[in-house]
């Protein structure tokens, strides 16, 4: 038995809810692209299907729960919608860095952006929380981003219930910048 | 070597949450646990933080990402980032886990079990041999929850910490939440693990509540420590040369008393050796 082959499998399986599925259905063609023999194959397979889906949902929802945090707008934009979207993204993204939440929340707005799902705000909002963290996660000196909608109330919105009336179309710019130890942030 | 591991009491384990309760119950608190990870490639203001820490406090770092079970090896970035932490906090040891956590490129993101098989024995002598050629502060491991258990196991659980911890020397940070948790899932006593384990190696223990979901108990570390918990805490601390124990609240959090209140409660049924 080859334990390198197996956590192999076993890491891709916990990470990549495509594959699983893939590797649920027809075990053997997953074992064989490890390396695996048919024994060895059966042993992974033989792992209860449920089992493996609680371990790696307890996965994604760690990973959702920590995304959240980083986005609060993007998450309360897209509400309920956000854990589908990050469902759809997370089995095709694997964070590689120790600081793995924070690389799993700047590219999951670039997903969203793309994405053709989400409203221009919702996109716009990524986008400026994206920049935000990409600020503060690098230590950049500056960070110019230009949004479509004007988000300068999001200071006085802060808890309230989101809505897009807060949120008129109007070309804005948002900087962060860094002087004498300080940061600072404006919406123009 | 274990025997002569300073006491430290009981401890917590540090949360950015704490931040302020920390300080100013400072005398209520023997020691804190800090997850190494959150400092490595830290921000200048999480750095300062673990300066602060560090005047105020006996600091131990814990990490979940060296991966000792992994068969492709360690990976020298992380090891080295670890290393230049510990360094700098000088700790009387460290601990990490009895899993693996990364595999073909891919970081799990989590403490994924491995088979108790020799070569998995074999893989973790190798891996603790790796680190021990670059940090020679004391590495103590930790057992873990699992979901699933290999078929292809050739021993017990506890008979692969032991052989681990024997074979390389590492001291044991046991857990007895975990086990309590795998005990009431797979139905297996926790005495006879303790009895099979043997407990002269165990150093340090964690503790806090578990958390039902559905028909199995996991480790959210968002409970009050339970009267099932406390009891299999209380036979290790009776029976095993125990030198730290640490709670570790994760989420759901309490008013800092009731934290406070838990920490007692473990002063009172250690007798740290
Ligand atoms: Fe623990």
Request: aromatic letters at 12%; one cysteine or more; charged letters at 30%.
């Amino acid at each position: 038995m080859s334990l390198r082959h197996q956590q192999d499998l076993l890491a891709r399986l916990y990470t990549d809810a495509e594959f699983r599925a893939k590797f649920l259905s027809d075990p053997q063609a997953g074992g064989r692209e490890y390396e695996l023999s048919a024994a060895e194959t059966d042993e992974i397979a033989t792992i209860v299907p449920e089992e493996l889906e609680f371990f790696s949902e307890t996965l994604f929802w760690k990973r959702l729960r920590e995304t959240e945090k980083l986005l609060p707008l993007t998450k309360k934009a897209l509400a309920d919608e956000f854990s589908g979207y990050f469902r759809r993204f997370s089995g095709k993204f694997q964070p590689k860095t120790v600081k793995k939440h924070l690389e799993d929340a700047v590219a999951f707005c670039g997903y969203l952006r793309k994405s053709a799902g989400p409203d221009d705000l919702t996109k716009d909002l990524a986008g400026y929380e994206r920049a935000r963290l990409v600020f503060f996660g690098s230590g950049r000196r500056i960070i110019v981003r230009r949004l479509r909608f004007d988000l300068r109330r999001l200071p006085e919105i802060g808890r309230n219930p989101f809505s897009a009336e807060n949120f008129p179309r109007r070309q804005t710019i948002a900087v962060w910048l860094r002087t004498g130890g300080k940061t600072r942030h404006f919406l123009i | 070597m274990i025997s002569q591991f300073p006491n430290l009491g009981v401890g917590l384990g540090f949360r950015e949450r704490f931040r302020a309760d920390v300080f100013l119950h400072r005398e209520k608190i023997d020691f804190l646990e800090i997850t190494a990870d959150h400092y490595l490639d830290a921000t200048p203001a999480k750095l300062d933080e673990l300066k602060l820490l560090k005047e105020n406090f006996r600091l131990v770092p814990h990490s979940l990402d060296l991966s000792l079970g992994s068969a492709e090896g360690i990976d020298r970035a992380y090891l080295e980032k670890l290393a230049a932490l510990i360094e700098f906090i000088e700790p009387p040891w460290f601990s990490d886990h009895f899993c693996f956590t990364r595999s073909g490129g891919r970081r799990i993101g989590h403490l994924a079990p491995v088979p108790y098989t020799r070569e998995a024995a074999d893989v973790f002598a190798a891996n603790i041999a790796a680190v021990r050629k670059v940090i020679r502060t004391p590495l103590i491991l930790e057992n873990i929850t699992y979901l699933m258990r290999f078929p292809s196991s050739e021993m017990t659980e506890a008979a692969f910490l032991k052989t681990v911890s024997d074979e390389t020397g590492c001291g044991l940070l046991l857990d007895v939440t975990n086990l309590f948790i795998n005990a009431e899932n797979f139905g297996f006593d926790w005495r006879e693990f303790l009895d099979e384990l043997t407990l002269e190696r165990v150093v340090q223990l964690h503790f806090v509540g578990s958390h039902r979901h559905g028909k199995r108990l996991i480790d959210t570390h968002s409970d009050k420590t339970e009267a099932g918990i406390w009891e299999v805490f209380e036979t290790v601390a009776a029976r095993a040369g125990i030198k730290a124990a640490v709670l570790e609240r994760d989420g759901n959090f309490p008013p800092f008393g009731e934290i406070l209140e838990e920490l007692e409660k473990a002063r009172e049924m250690v007798h740290i050796s």
